[in-house]
């Protein structure tokens, strides 16, 4: 099946996906830069507010959150911090315009993983062994021993949500978790991350997943299903605030 293309004349070509695994976030970032080529929004101007688009435009207002981390990838779009999004200053000729690889956004992901990871914490708390426990904890120390390195917190944070799922003795879960967590990781995430993630993000999250463990520790079902829910659920929340 042809990729179909939107087009005009003032904007770039913009790639998009086919229709049956459209996006979106993808199908907004072309709208965008549409009304930007038709002189709606100009060069420098500052775009409306996310309210205001997800109203216009019948979408979430976090598929308008990474409509513009998608935007500002590209170049198209400027987000200022405690301004607003602002209209690049773009030539009148430009080539293609591709929107992210097709798949779905990080607020995709991070809801699908809050629904199967609670279910699978839940699990873990019934099943895991002494073992597991250990391999988690240790996880969860190496977080806390990496608090000022991002790259190094962030493995161990992968690695303590895997060793959930190998606790519940299911591998197909294991696979599940390592595939969202991975999928999640591409350059729309990184650039949320940029603009949202801070040390007091990490701490908090080191709370989150302290929680986690001892409900783990007491095979407190109920208690981890909570727990992992609360975590992620605070993590989508921090990424839809405002700009930073």
């Known amino acids: 099946m042809n990729t179909p293309a939107v087009k005009t004349p003032n904007a770039p070509e913009v790639v998009l996906p086919a229709a049956n695994t459209d996006r979106s976030y993808q199908r907004l970032a ?3 830069l549409e009304l ?7 060069s420098g101007a500052r775009l409306p507010s996310e309210r205001a688009l997800a109203e216009r435009f019948d979408v979430s207002r976090t598929s308008v959150r990474e409509a513009i981390i998608a935007l500002e990838l590209q170049g198209a779009v ?9 209209v690049a200053q773009l030539p009148a000729i430009r080539p293609p315009v591709f929107m992210p690889q097709t798949g779905p ?5 991070l809801r699908a993983r809050c629904l199967i990871e609670s279910e699978i914490a839940s699990v873990a708390a019934v099943t895991r062994q002494d073992a597991d426990l250990d391999r988690i904890f240790a996880a969860l ?19 303590f949500h895997l060793r959930i799922a190998e606790a519940t003795g299911n591998s197909v879960l294991l696979q599940m978790v390592t595939a969202l967590w991975d999928h ?5 995430w990184s650039q949320m991350e940029a603009h949202f993630h801070s040390p007091a993000l990490r701490a908090a999250s080191q709370e989150d997943h302290q929680r986690v463990f001892s409900a783990l520790l007491a095979r407190d079902a109920e208690g981890a299903r909570v727990a992992m829910r609360a975590h992620l659920e605070r993590v989508i929340s921090e990424f839809a605030q405002a700009w930073r």
């Not at 400027?78 to 602002?86: D, M, N, Q, W």
């Open 78 to 86: 400027e987000v200022r911090g405690g301004s607003g999004i602002y």
């Open 36 to 42: 930007i080529g038709q002189g709606e929004f100009a």
């Open 105 to 109: 956004g990080p607020f995709e992901v």
């Open 141 to 159: 120390a190496a977080m806390r021993e990496h608090m000022d390195d991002k790259l190094a917190n962030e493995s161990a944070d992968r690695l």
């Open 30 to 32: 072309a709208q965008v």
């Open 184 to 188: 999640a990781r591409g350059p729309l």
